[in-house]
């Protein structure tokens, strides 16, 4: 069926094409991932991104305007051009894209919320490898610049389940690799596509965010690197770093964005960005901060590769917040962080009297808090920090932040956080991955856990290592929250095993995996020493008898048969 067109498929015409539903749409922690294969099959992406529009819009759908960006990962491209054929064939008046289909997330959050636009598709997989044989996704982002929350991403699922029939201009093809205005008739009414600079809005915000002039001044003392993992964030590293603060080129690695990230795993941690790490062990460098496929997540070493864990990273900012000129301005209502990220944010929180949010896994869930007024900063231990700037966490946002910090103090990433842990004591924290085990594997390890926490022996139980080190049980559940501000409930976030110490042991299973299942298990141990050199001890080293409860308990190795974690952060 075709809207006016006259005869032989006319230019701009709208097709309605019947489709069927596929299984699986159903959005993860963070839209839609599968591999590559699976986006690329008839009307596979095509439903879901009708599916998006319907949803995310509902009756604003027409006439609405909508931002698309990715992280120029393979099939973004394809992708970009079918959202702005299905939204010019529903009504949408104006898609805002950057050049050549590329935004970092947090510059797409940010392009949402200021140009007020009423929602944007992210294409990107985060950190999971792309190219032809990699991973690609789609997130729909509302109107406040951030993630769909569970009521729109579950109406999106509800949608794809039935659809039946989705509307396009097959022949609407903008050419992306130039800036400008472009307006197109659909059936007599106006589309607009503006191909915007990728870079040019986000590095004009950021100026407005920090001192540029202070970090600048403070880099000329420094040697620094930025890794962008071959990802999105090099031109707006080259941008901020090299045009602004006038550095070298050598200080940006990686910085060309490839569409299969030079087929690597673009994810900041300490064995994904190993090159990075062995680099800064030489000690000729004293920062580093890494970047995630989309610019999202970010990773900070110090001098010899000091390893700073987002948990503490958040809990440093948090401290620290007042040498930043946004945070001086718009002042400091309190802090969130995820279920499974450490306390060591609460306690900051708690000496300076100010509130902190404990939410589920998940950036969309910060998005209520912040609307509110409630917070300005928060993270999650998944390389994840920002602030209410935009509405999606934010990778260079976070170095900018620590390069305020470090200036303003005048010490170095390692003394920074050892007087932190003087003043707060510190939050040991690790977290084990165990990455594509069979789902029924990851399923009967949940169940097991499950009935553990139901069974009243657990609660008053003590768990002791096999070297008689001992934790007794104060609480332990299935994480469920209930949003303060809309009252939504989310269930079964997390098992928690909380123990009289403060110390935690936490399972979950990711939810950003595209196939098969990824384990995650999350140990932290709270220690406040009266001799302050225990807080260099290492981490691995400390929380070995937790590590050893929580794999014994959870009979993780007979269930999945792993010996080892894929990756340990
Ligand atoms: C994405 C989300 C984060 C989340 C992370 C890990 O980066 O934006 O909010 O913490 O994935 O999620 P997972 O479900 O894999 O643990
Ligand atoms: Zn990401």
Request: glycine letters at 10%; aromatic letters at 10%; proline letters at 4%.
């Amino acid at each position: 069926m075709s809207c006016c067109g006259s005869g032989a498929m006319a230019p701009n015409t709208i097709e309605t094409i019947a489709t069927a539903p596929f299984d699986g749409q159903k959005p993860g922690t963070s839209g839609l991932r599968k591999s590559v294969g699976v986006f690329q099959q008839p009307h596979y992406s095509e439903n879901f991104i009708q599916s998006g529009l319907t949803a995310g819009l509902g009756d604003k759908l027409k006439g609405a305007s909508l931002a698309v960006g990715g992280d120029g990962r393979f099939f973004c491209k394809e992708a970009a051009q079918l959202i702005i054929k299905i939204a010019a064939a529903n009504g949408v008046s104006k898609v805002v894209i950057g050049q050549n289909g590329i935004l970092s997330t947090p510059a797409c959050s940010h392009i949402i919320r200021k140009r007020q636009l009423c929602g944007g598709f992210i294409l990107t997989a985060s950190h999971n490898p792309g190219g032809p044989k990699g991973d690609f996704g789609i997130k729909y982002n509302i109107e406040n610049g951030g993630p769909a929350p569970e009521a729109i991403t579950n109406e999106i699922y509800e949608i794809s389940k039935s659809i039946s029939e989705y509307k396009i201009v097959p022949n609407l093809k903008v050419d992306l690799e130039k800036l400008g205005t472009y307006k197109y008739k659909i059936c007599g009414s106006e589309f607009t596509v503006e191909v915007i600079d990728s870079t040019a809005d986000y590095v004009e915000f950021m100026k407005t965010i920090f001192d540029f002039t202070t970090i600048k001044k403070y880099l000329q003392s420094q040697k620094v690197l930025f890794n962008a993992m071959s990802g999105v964030t090099g031109p707006y590293l080259r941008k901020i770093f090299v045009e602004e603060m006038g550095l070298s080129h050598d200080c940006c690695l990686n910085c060309d964005p490839l569409p299969d990230f030079g087929g690597k795993h673009p994810d900041p941690n300490l064995t994904y960005a190993k090159d990075l790490v062995d680099i800064m062990e030489e000690g000729k460098h004293d920062f580093a901060a890494a970047f995630d496929g989309d610019g999202d997540r970010n990773m900070i070493l110090g001098h010899k590769a000091f390893f700073v864990t987002p948990c503490d990273s958040l809990a440093v900012l948090a401290a620290n917040l007042d040498c930043i000129p946004y945070f001086k301005e718009n002042g400091v209502k309190g802090f969130a962080r995820s279920m499974p990220t450490s306390e060591a944010v609460d306690k900051v929180a708690q000496l300076a009297g100010k509130e902190c949010y404990q939410v589920p896994t998940g950036w969309k869930f910060f998005g209520n808090l912040m609307d509110a007024g409630k917070i300005n900063l928060c993270g999650e231990e998944s390389f994840g920090t920002g602030s209410d700037h935009i509405r999606e966490k934010d990778g260079i946002w976070a170095a900018l932040a620590w390069l305020s910090v470090l200036a303003n103090s005048g010490k170095s990433v390692k003394d920074l956080l050892f007087d932190h842990w003087t003043v707060y004591g510190r939050n040991f924290f690790t977290r084990y991955d165990y990455e594509n085990v069979s789902s029924d594997a990851g399923d009967k390890m949940m169940e097991l856990l499950t009935k553990l926490i139901e069974d009243p022996k657990t609660k008053s139980m003590t768990f002791s290592d096999p070297t008689g080190k001992s934790y007794k049980m104060s609480h332990l559940d299935n994480f469920e929250y209930k949003d303060p501000i809309d009252g939504s409930i989310s269930k079964n976030q997390g098992i928690r095993f909380l123990f009289e110490d403060g110390s935690r042991i936490i399972y979950r299973l990711s939810g950003t995996g595209s196939s098969g299942a990824t384990i995650r298990i999350y140990v932290e141990g709270y220690e406040k020493y009266a001799n302050p050199q225990f807080y260099y001890q290492d981490a691995q080293e400390v929380l070995k008898p937790l590590v050893t409860i929580a794999l014994r308990t959870s009979k993780l190795k007979e269930l999945t048969g792993r010996e080892e974690p894929t990756v340990i952060t």
